[in-house]
């Protein structure tokens, strides 16, 4: 079982048309399911702290993306952390993002296809959403592009080396550590990648990585 999930997982699934409309239409499905995807989360989590601590310091004025927001969760308390910025909620998922409270700047799209500027952004964050994302080295360059020079991005992903101890979909993809610190470091003048756990006194079980990278 555990010799075919990692084969399998090491395959690169095709982003065809089909697939990229089955992915959509399993969110947009998702929406309604709060119990595995919840509209809010506790601001005490860890994965939380870290994305607001890692796309900070942030100004008055600035523009941060939450790529792959689901209902916002996330956007909401980053928001309030940095009352003078605007928090962008992108998904591919409009009834997910119907769900995100409407003072987050909400926007349907992809990650793969992002509908801004280069370096409009001065922060991004992605949590849980790249592994959705299948052309993960199209996704990255994505995050990138937008960001400023300068500009923080901050990953929260599954690891690779735990594939298997949750269900996923057939085009879920969980990430070894370098593997994704060199997609970055081929945009971003630093990358760092350190396991993440939920709560403080908890340690990592090193099922959750945190990828921080400044443009
Ligand atoms: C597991 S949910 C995580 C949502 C949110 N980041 C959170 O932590 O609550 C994954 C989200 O990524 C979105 N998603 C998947 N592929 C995407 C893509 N290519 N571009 C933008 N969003 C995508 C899905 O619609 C879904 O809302």
């Given at each position: 079982m555990r010799f075919f999930g990692r084969f399998f997982q090491n395959r690169k699934p095709q982003l065809t048309p089909d697939l990229a409309a089955e992915i959509r239409r399993s969110f947009e499905q998702a929406a309604a399911d709060e119990e595995h995807f919840p509209s809010s989360i506790d601001p005490r989590i860890l994965h939380v702290r870290a994305v607001i601590e890692g796309v900070g310091p942030i100004g008055a004025g600035a523009r941060v993306l939450d790529a792959g927001?689901?209902?916002?969760r996330f956007a909401v308390h980053v928001a309030n952390a940095y009352p003078g910025a605007l928090v962008v909620a992108l998904d591919l998922a409009c009834a997910m993002l119907r769900c995100?409270?409407?003072h987050l700047g909400r926007v349907a799209g992809s990650m793969l296809e992002l509908p801004f500027p280069d370096s409009s952004f001065d922060a991004a964050y992605a949590t849980e959403s790249l592994e959705h994302a299948v052309d993960i080295e199209r996704a990255v360059g994505e995050l990138c592009r937008v960001l400023k020079p300068g500009g923080r991005l901050v990953i929260i992903d599954k690891n690779?080396?735990?594939?298997?101890r949750l269900e996923t979909p057939p085009w879920e993809k969980w990430f070894r550590e370098e593997e994704l610190l060199r997609l970055l470091r081929r945009h971003c003048r630093s990358a760092a990648c350190r396991p993440i756990s939920y709560w403080e006194d908890v340690a990592p079980d090193g099922l959750f990585l945190c990828w921080i990278a400044v443009k």
């Open positions: 927001c689901g209902k916002g995100a409270p409407p690779a080396r735990h594939w298997g």
